[in-house]
Each structure stands twice: as C-alpha cells, then as structure tokens.
Nanobody, 122 residues
Framework: QLQLVESGGGLVQPGGSLRLSCAAS????????IGWFRQAPGKEREGVSC??????????NYADSVRGRFTISRDNAKNTGYLQMNSLKPDDTTVYYC?????????????WGQGTQVTVSS
C-alpha cells in the first residue's frame, strides 16, 4: 500500500520541542518534494515548510510564522521526512500533515499523511 505514515505529535509545554516524522511506505521518497501543512478547525490549511531538490541543491522554505523555530529535513536512506519544531507556542497547536509530490512524464503523483495532533499547552 502506498502511503505516508506520520508520527511524533503530542502534548508539549510552551517553549518545548517535538519532532514529527513522515515515513513513506510502498514507494521511495527520493524524487519527491516533501511538505508539511497544518490545519486548525474552521481554518484553511496552511503551508508550514517544504524541502525539494533544485539545480543539484536542497531547497527549503518556511512560513514566516515558523521560520527560525522549525527545521525540515529528510533521510532518504530511511525513506522519511522530518519536521523539528522548537520553541513551540500555543498558536502552533493543530493537526499537522505531511505531503509528498513528484511529477513523472507530466503526471503528478502525490500523497498525504493521516495527520498528527500537536498540542502546545501548559
């Protein structure tokens, strides 16, 4: 079965850290861009960060709200993407989703994780 499986969410105090993982099953993430999104109830899904290859380089992008606190990475040997979240704030509380996308011969292949809850509270 082709899927992304997320883990690492949970309850953490303000200022704390969590690392989310996004493991691919049934396919290789090597040629995929990986993104992390979050969506609170009643709000639109927000792009948090993404990592992709471009011109032989690894390119990362971050939403202004998380830049300097979150770090996206990937381990192709483990077929897994990560989102390290530091200095967490109550506003970071929501469900986080990972996303993987690639294009082959003009055809888009993409997958979403099931979502993992992150709660920042004292």
């Amino acid at each position: 079965q082709l899927q992304l499986v997320e883990s690492g969410g949970g309850l953490v105090q303000p200022g704390g850290s969590l690392r989310l993982s996004c493991a691919a099953s049934g396919f290789s993430l090597d040629y995929y861009a990986i993104g992390w999104f979050r969506q609170a109830p009643g709000k639109e899904r927000e792009g948090v960060s993404c990592i992709r290859k471009g011109s032989g380089l690894t390119i990362t992008n971050y939403a202004d709200s998380v830049r300097g606190r979150f770090t996206i990475s990937r381990d192709n040997a483990k077929n897994t993407g990560y989102l390290q979240m530091n200095s967490l704030k109550p506003d970071d509380t929501t469900v986080y989703y990972c996303y993987a996308v690639t294009y082959r011969l003009g055809i888009k292949y993409d997958y979403w994780g099931q979502g993992t809850q992150v709660t920042v509270s004292s």
